[in-house]
């Protein structure tokens, strides 16, 4: 049987015998459960539409607008819509906000900083290979938001930052990070990311410190003893913009699904972006089967949709294409 949950609009299958708790954590979808017998009724839901055997001394429970039942108890009937707040689909985890020790910031190359943040003791919270935190420092309106480079399980979390003089907002925090003995944050952000392995290969496009979302995909995959290859395209300005090349001349060596294309345009002006042009060229250059491939890009805007509108051409499903900015920027021309 059907049913939906509102108002996220999740939807999964209940199997005969199943009670809709049961099904949810089948399907991915996380509800508020706890004592799973009825007890607690921490999972109580509102049954909008549609019938449920609730078992014991609630019977059969029909839908009137104000009927609420025990999802934990519940067998479905007829398909169902029920309303429950609280509640994570495939994909998604609870925003934390925590309080790290700051544990280093490191310059490396091109005023780029390798910045470790400790978790306090004992809290681990879940983020997806790939997803981005927010930095809140006092007295500023607005967060900074900058991509996890650690893959998830580690007590450390790494950012890169590129703190160019002309980039004042990344100056300020890096020179926060640098006087504070630790910082206020809140994670997990973004939906470009992976929750677990996938059955296909994976393309991964940077421009600039966009490496760092990249790592942590591919330090997650790595670690699953992934089957499948992996692509980066990483994309600079100048040579020494590669800020972390060893990373991934370990990775190659290390690994013969892990496949690595550097793309260095050779240019000064720091507001030009030939290096984002290249990186799809290269892609479609190579002849990737992309019927069969995941492909995470970032970087600019253009980049992101000039690479969509590409690799769809090319044969690309859309659903298989991710990037953090088509969060925030509407797709031109739709």
Partial sequence: MHVTIFPKQLQFEVAPGETITEAAARANIRMPVSCRNGVCE?????????????GGARGRVKADGLTRILPCRCRVISPCKIEIHNVFGPGELPLKN????????????AHVYQVKLRLPAGKAPEFFAGQYLALHLPDKEHPSFFSIASAPGS???????????????????????????????????????????????????????????????????????????I???????????????????????ANPCFHFVSLIADIDNLEAS?????????????????????????????LVFSALDNFEHAGLPTEQFFSDVLEYVERPGR
């Fill in 42 to 54: 921490l999972c109580e839901a509102l049954l909008l539409e549609g019938e449920v055997e609730a």
């Fill in 274 to 302: 030939d290096h984002h042009d290249q990186l799809s060229d290269a892609v479609l250059a190579d002849r990737h089967d992309l019927s069969r491939s995941l492909v995470f890009v970032a970087g600019s805007p253009r």
């Fill in 231 to 253: 692509y980066l395209y990483w994309g600079v300005r100048q040579a020494q913009d590669m800020y972390l090349r060893e990373y991934t001349e370990r990775w190659s060596a």
């Fill in 98 to 109: 925590l309080v790290c020790e700051i544990e280093s910031v490191a310059p490396i190359l």
């Fill in 155 to 229: 007590g450390t979390l790494e950012l890169h930052i590129q703190a160019d003089p002309h980039l004042e907002s990344a100056c300020e925090v890096i020179e926060y990070l640098k006087s504070q003995p630790s910082i206020s944050l809140s994670l997990p952000h973004g939906r470009a990311c992976l929750a677990k392995a996938p059955s296909k290969n994976v393309i991964l496009l940077a421009a600039g410190t966009g490496f760092a979302q990249m790592k942590s995909i591919i330090e997650f995959l790595l670690a699953t003893n992934f089957e499948h290859d």
